[in-house]
């Protein structure tokens, strides 16, 4: 049995009802459109079964309309043949299937795809498809929020100051309009892979400041009988939200990425100020308490690299000191800049030099290639109201 470190359970619970009564605050809107429809898209099942039920329903119709909805991908009620037409009339006048708007629809040199969705009440993020350079699959990156509260220091997003969280409709939208995009419906069967075989909460926002509504949306997504994304092809990317990761392990069970950036809590603290509040120590333990982590599904520490800043060898030793014992890869990211930014991205020779001081220590160092650089679809590139490139 692994150890796990102790924490101050109280403090916890604490810092967490904080988070999620601020998370309110910046609460989306309803699902409700003008003309009184609502949106069945981002409900759980519970919840549609309760639509269903207060329409006068039978339960099985849930079970058939999230069938349409997430097996099928069907957005217009005529299409659901199961269902007789008087019932799918009446669907059509109390309901909708929604999707974000497509506002812009960038395609990289690359392959890498850009899509700038915008919302009912005209907010917009950004979602990127990274198709895999060899095989025929591919990751969706998908945002949270509108924004981010968190400021750090070389991410675009950080300059855009939080409009909004974005709701499971939208969380799980991205992922649906994408599928629109590629013709993937219906949802594969089983484990067969597909073009958007994966799913990476690394897009704006941080996903642990808007949970409830990023947990329903994977919910629905892991579901079995709809999209069917297993847990294992979802990880959600955190600056270090200590408090919330527990309580993402126990609930979702997906892989975690933790950007780490920094070794030093006066480097971090710089570059990522939430580390004032959640120091590396408390980051690290709360890793090594991370239920959903194991030899096979290793948690990820991100690390951008930054020419002069955090990517010395010393660091690197210290790097790997910090993350001794853990079931952990190390991603060493090339620094993107975007316009206005003051950092500049590491030498290759530094890069190599880093990565093989983690790599002899056993730890996987991969280096994110970037993707998408020209039409500022990498990490760390993301804003709502991005001009195209040129
Ligand atoms: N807010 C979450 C999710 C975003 S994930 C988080 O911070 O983890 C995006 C990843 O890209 C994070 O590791 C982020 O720190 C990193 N990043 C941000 N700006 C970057 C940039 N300009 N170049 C490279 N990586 C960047
Ligand atoms: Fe927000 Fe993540 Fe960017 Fe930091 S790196 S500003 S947490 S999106």
């Known amino acids: 049995m692994s150890v796990k470190s102790p924490y101050n359970a109280e403090l916890t619970a604490a810092d967490r009802d904080r988070i999620l009564a601020k998370a309110a605050i910046f609460a989306p809107p309803s699902n409700v459109l003008a003309d009184g429809r609502r949106d069945l898209v981002g409900l759980s099942r519970e919840e549609l079964a309760a639509e269903v039920a207060a329409a006068g329903e039978k339960p099985f ?13 069907v957005t217009d009620f005529s299409k659901m043949s199961s269902i007789a037409r008087p019932l799918q009339e009446k669907l059509a006048e109390h309901f909708v299937v929604g999707r974000p708007e497509v506002s812009l629809d960038q395609l990289s040199k690359d392959e890498t795809r850009k899509f700038l969705f915008k919302f009912r009440d ?23 929020q509108v924004g981010c509260t968190l400021s750090c220091r070389f991410c675009h997003t950080g300059t855009q100051r939080l409009a909004r969280n974005l709701s499971s409709a939208e969380i799980v939208g991205q992922f649906m309009a994408a599928r629109d995009a590629y013709n993937e419906w219906p949802s594969p069967k089983g484990e067969t892979p597909r073009l958007l075989s994966t799913i990476v909460l690394m897009g704006m926002g941080e996903p642990l400041y808007n949970y409830e509504n990023v947990a329903t949306a994977m919910k629905i997504v892991m579901d079995g009988e709809g999209i069917g994304l297993s847990r294992r092809r979802i990880t959600l990317s955190t600056s270090g939200v200590v408090p919330m990761m527990d309580r993402a392990g126990e609930e979702l ?21 939430l580390n004032r509040k959640y120091p590396i120590k408390d980051l690290i333990a709360a890793c090594k308490r991370y239920p959903a982590a194991s030899n096979a599904r290793r948690i990820t520490f991100e690390y951008v690299m930054l020419k002069g800043i955090n990517d010395s060898e010393t660091d690197a030793r210290a790097l790997v000191y910090l993350i001794a014992g853990l079931p952990a890869k190390v991603n060493l990211i090339p620094f993107n800049p975007w316009p206005g930014s003051t950092y500049e991205t590491s030498s290759p020779a530094a890069i190599r030099k880093f990565a093989d001081i983690i790599m002899d220590a056993g730890y996987s160092s991969p280096v994110r290639t970037p993707r998408g650089q020209d039409i500022l679809a990498a990490c760390g590139q993301l804003k709502s109201m991005a001009q195209p490139a040129g």
């Open 122 to 144: 005209n907010e917009a993020v950004e979602t990127v498809y990274i198709p895999d350079p060899v095989e025929d699959r591919g990751a969706v990156c998908i945002s949270s």
């Open 61 to 73: 119709r849930a079970k058939q309309l999230w069938h349409w909805i997430y097996h099928q991908g």
């Open 253 to 273: 069970g997906v892989n975690l990425a933790v950007s780490l950036h920094a070794v030093r809590d006066d480097l971090r603290d710089e570059l990522v100020p």
